[in-house]
């Protein structure tokens, strides 16, 4: 159901281009919200399917080939107008930023994309800033990479520079597992950008999500992450919670604003990933876009800050400030695991009402997400962090046991 108005031909001139989608149970609710800012041109690596009613028009593209989807969309542009470019994928960055310089499109400035787009790169401005970060060490070899573990210490991660696929990031104790991980982590960045290494951060899990306000990017949300041991020793997260009054914000607000400080984003709905540790809060990553739809969803629901339609109008070089509703906490948690199993017998609903505050998201078909299959997810919400994350527990309690009795 379409709970988004459509774009109106008196809205905003011009297409926004989105580069690429997923699952429609993770991704409706931003297309939608995407659609009622203005029309859009879906780009994306197969023909669309249920997104077909949201958008304008759609062209097939491979979304690791920048030039690709610079001609499909120059061939559109002939006769019809582009207002911006859109992703959630940081591996389709070097694509949007290639379309933001041919098309004169409006976004961030190169400098920034670059800081944001090479971790290690990031890692420098932040330090020179005076940013306490991961202190990620840059690796182009195995020899160097083995240099690195030494200088940061075991435990610690080993991931793309700048990546091609999501959760490609390792955990590693000890030289055994480094060559491994250095093998995935290479097969997962762009050709020629290496890898990194830093230290396995002890402390809270914690992003943050900005938004714009008269004042410049301030902190509307923070969320925090439980990584799902079934994927070990990747890094995969298997829950998320959102809480409009997090405990841990006034110990985030002032690394947040600093850290997109010194990478040069000033405008426009953004993340920051990070470990509070017994020291305080250290940046992991930042990113100048939404990474995850789903989690708009969920920071609307708690906040009533639509971060989506925001950044469809910041893609389209328009402002656009929306009143904040703090309504509790809202949480997801993925049903995933090394096996291809169905959550459920295929008669039941496709919405069912596991417990009286959680709701299943069944997907049509498993995908493959890191090392497991993901074939649904669980949508809770409550009055803070622990009413979440016990509901989903429970929630998750009672899907097992109406599978193993069906």
């Known amino acids: 159901m379409n709970t988004h108005a459509p774009h109106r031909e008196d809205g905003p001139t011009g297409h926004l281009v989105v580069l690429g989608s997923g699952p429609q149970a993770e991704w409706e609710h931003a297309i939608q919200r995407l659609a009622a800012v203005g029309p ?37 542009a002939i006769n019809r107008p582009i207002a911006g470019v859109l992703t959630f994928h940081p591996a389709h960055a070097r694509a949007a930023a290639l379309l933001r310089q041919e098309l004169a499109l409006p976004g961030p400035s190169t400098a920034t994309s670059e800081a944001t787009t090479l971790r290690h790169r990031t890692a420098q401005l932040l330090t020179g800033a005076g ?8 690796a ?31 955990q590693v104790t000890g030289i055994p597992e480094l060559a491994e991980a250095f093998s995935a982590a290479t097969a997962a960045t762009w050709p020629g950008t290496g890898t990194v290494i830093e230290p396995l951060l002890d402390g809270i899990e914690a992003t943050a999500y900005t938004a714009d306000s008269p004042s410049g990017p301030r902190v509307v949300a923070i969320s925090h992450a439980t990584f799902d041991p079934q994927a070990e020793p990747a890094l995969l997260p298997v829950e998320v ?14 690394t947040a604003s600093r850290a997109l400080a010194a990478l040069g984003h000033r405008s426009g709905p953004a993340q920051i990933r990070m470990r509070i540790t017994s020291t305080g809060p250290r940046v992991i990553s ?42 509790g906490a809202a949480a997801v948690r993925f049903l995933q695991g090394p096996h291809r199993t169905p959550l459920s017998p295929s008669a039941e609903p496709a919405h069912p009402h596991v417990t009286p505050y959680a ?15 993901r074939s649904g997810h669980l949508l809770v919400s409550g009055t803070d962090y622990p009413q979440c994350t016990a509901r989903l527990r ?13």
């Open 40 to 76: 859009l041109l879906l780009i994306d690596a197969e023909p669309p399917t249920w997104q077909r009613p949201h958008v304008a028009d759609a062209r097939t593209a491979s979304l690791l080939d920048p030039h690709q989807i610079l001609d499909e969309v120059r061939k559109f």
């Open 131 to 138: 940013v306490d970060n991961s202190g990620a060490v840059h």
């Open 140 to 170: 182009d070899s195995y020899d160097q990479a083995l240099e690195a573990a030494h200088q940061v210490g075991f435990p610690l991660v080993c991931k793309p520079a700048s990546l091609r696929t999501r959760n490609a990031a390792r």
């Open 241 to 254: 919670v959102v809480d409009a009054d997090d405990v841990c914000a006034s110990a985030i607000e002032d």
């Open 286 to 327: 930042v990113t100048p876009h939404l990474t995850d739809p789903l989690l708009g969803m969920l920071i609307e629901q708690v906040t009533g800050i639509d971060l989506i339609s925001q950044a469809g109008h910041h893609a389209r070089g328009r402002t656009f400030l929306t009143e904040e509703s703090r309504l």
């Open 359 to 373: 709701t299943l998201q069944q997907y049509p078909d498993a995908r493959r997400v890191g090392p497991l299959w």
């Open 394 to 406: 429970s929630a998750a309690a009672e899907l097992r046991s109406a599978r193993l009795s069906a």
